[in-house]
């Protein structure tokens, strides 16, 4: 059990680039979650996945984001033509099927200049 | 709509210096309550899961416990290691929904 992992740590773009993070979760998990931190503020929820399927999407995920979870391994999340409200840490955690107990990676934090 | 909402926002103490923090919930059908840790720069870290008023849980200096509206953590003679934002999340029952609601945290800092 090595954790989760997530990659780049940290990523600074320009408003209207497109970024894309990756997350690796523990193997024998087959839920995956990906939530948004500002500071001061806890984790937002955007959008879980049971395997390859994704499951839920919150109203915060515009058509701006997308996520993947392709073979229900690693999943990746794109954000296209950022813009600076994009600015926050970037949470990926995965849990066993009764989705309670979440294991968070270091996450991704972005800033958007 | 489900809510948690954690007070005070932010504490400070001295070393040895028992304290508690709180966290309200409303929620449609609670099926459980839980108690992370989040360091600077870090994802949150897993303390506690409560599921019924009246459970309590207990890892070295902390204590959780849970009523039908809130849930109290207890922290007894705190060190400075102590020091981090708890956060507070709970999950519910209804429909298709299975994500933690957060609250927005307790920032601890623990003086020697």
């Known amino acids: 059990d090595t954790g989760v992992s997530q990659n780049p740590r940290h990523k600074i773009t320009k408003r209207g680039q497109n970024v894309t993070f990756r997350c690796d979760p523990i193997s024998e998990h087959n839920r995956l979650y990906w939530y948004r931190q500002t500071l001061g503020q806890g984790p937002e929820f955007l959008t879980y996945?049971?395997?390859?399927?994704?499951?839920?999407k919150s109203r915060l995920l515009s058509d701006r984001f997308s996520a993947e979870r392709p073979k229900g391994s690693f999943s990746t999340l794109e954000i296209q033509r950022t813009e600076q409200g994009d600015s926050a840490m970037y949470l990926c955690?995965?849990?066993?099927?009764?989705?309670?107990?979440?294991?968070f990676g270091s996450g991704t934090q972005l800033s958007v200049l | 709509e489900d809510q948690v909402t954690q007070s005070p926002e932010a504490l400070r103490l001295q070393e040895g210096e028992s304290s508690s923090l709180n966290c309200s919930y409303t929620v449609s059908g609670l099926r459980g309550l839980f108690w992370y840790r989040q360091d600077p720069g870090k994802g949150p870290e897993f303390l506690f899961t409560?599921?019924?008023a009246g459970e309590e849980k207990e890892k070295e200096r902390l204590k959780a416990t849970l009523t039908k509206k809130e849930s109290f953590l207890h922290i007894t003679a705190p060190k400075p290691e102590d020091s981090a934002t708890y956060l507070c999340a709970v999950l519910n029952y209804g429909g298709a929904t299975n994500k933690l609601i957060f609250g927005t945290g307790t920032l601890l800092a623990v003086q020697p």
């Open positions: 955690a995965s849990s066993w099927t009764d989705g309670e107990k979440l294991f």
């Open positions: 996945f049971q395997n390859e399927a994704q499951l839920e």
């Open positions: 409560l599921y019924s």
